[in-house]
């Protein structure tokens, strides 16, 4: 994942104070929101002078081509533009070697339809989660749902998340698949911004939140009837790409799971037939996590297993399904 610190919200640090000390850290770009505001070009100016970071613009105006002749920098890579203050006739410019991006509010009452008209003209997707150019703002888990919705939708696009981002949250959105996060005060206001950063990368990570307010639910996984045909279970299989089915019986209750590895070790027995029952396939002792476990208490689990886990089943206390956990964008990112 990809970290776009946001310079502006640092309460202890000057600007480039702030640059000087994250710039050895690693960080992927500076993170600069202009409100129509044009000196934001001279701390633009004065940040190449001291950093070899490129600047990922955020422009909230009303008039952006009044910007345009400010965006040749040389350091700037990024730039995106805040769709709510635009009128229904822009378009978004082609500007050499820059990446151009929409910029979006999680609440916009068109949201999907939004993305969908300006996908062919952009190169990611900035989802703004509290109000654009404000820092401090509390990132609401219900936002988490309208995420995965979108990153589902429109898998092609570049997801970047602003607003309210801390390490915890980073780690979550790193699972449903967003490549750039932009932090702001949780890192430039840490009281020490090197272990900040290192929390923000990790993979064990000490979080609060629950498995639910994040795993997908059931009407994005691959369900198939215990007594369904093997037909049905792979086509599920294959229509999901999460290389694993759920079967219930016919009160919802998880009777074992079929991967491609089962699959694969049916092939090689000889055995395979479309008459086989997919009872033949079925792995009766999956690994699950209650739906009542943290974050913290999933990485624990899975920390302790000696295979690695694809995808997780999340299950009530009398074994109902109630969501998954896939680790397939985590380990890409990998």
């Given amino acids: ?163 309210g981002v801390n390490h915890e949250i980073a780690y979550i959105l790193r699972l449903m698949g967003v490549q750039t996060v932009v932090i702001g005060s949780y890192l430039l206001n840490h009281a020490n911004m090197a272990q900040a950063i290192v929390q923000i990368r990790s993979h064990h990570v000490r979080s609060e939140y629950h498995v639910l307010d994040f795993c997908i639910p059931l009407e994005y996984l691959p369900i198939v009837s215990t007594s369904a045909d093997v037909k049905t279970m792979l086509t599920a299989m294959h229509a999901y790409q999460l290389g694993i089915v759920f079967c219930l019986d016919g009160e919802g209750t998880l009777t074992g799971i079929i991967s491609n590895a089962d699959v694969r070790r049916i092939l090689i027995e000889g055995n395979f037939s479309y008459d086989l029952a997919v009872s033949s396939f079925i792995n009766t002792q999956p690994k699950f996590i209650s739906d009542q476990s943290s974050t913290s208490d999933m990485i624990e689990y899975i920390s302790k297993i000696s295979f690695p886990i694809l995808v997780l089943p999340v299950l009530s206390a009398d074994r109902k399904l109630r969501g998954a956990v896939s680790f397939h964008k985590l380990l890409k990112e990998e």
């Fill in 1 to 163: 994942m990809k970290l776009s610190a946001s310079l502006y919200s640092s309460k202890q640090s000057s600007l480039l104070d702030a640059a000087k000390e994250l710039e050895a850290y690693g960080v992927d770009f500076w993170h600069i929101d202009s409100i129509e505001n044009f000196s934001v070009f001279e701390d633009i100016s004065a940040l190449a002078g001291v950093s070899e970071t490129p600047i990922d613009l955020h422009i909230i105006a009303k008039q952006p081509l009044d910007y345009y002749p400010y965006l040749e920098a040389e350091n700037i890579k990024r730039i995106s533009f805040q769709i709510e203050e635009l009128g229904a006739e822009f378009s978004f410019p082609k500007i050499k070697n820059k990446q151009i991006g929409l910029a979006v509010q999680i609440h916009h009452p068109s949201l999907c339809g939004t993305v969908n008209r300006y996908i062919d003209q952009v190169d990611f997707v900035l989802l703004m989660m509290t109000t654009p150019g404000v820092s401090g703002g509390r990132f609401d888990q219900s936002h988490f749902n309208a995420i995965r919705q979108l990153v589902r939708q429109f898998p092609n696009i570049e997801w970047c998340v602003d607003g």
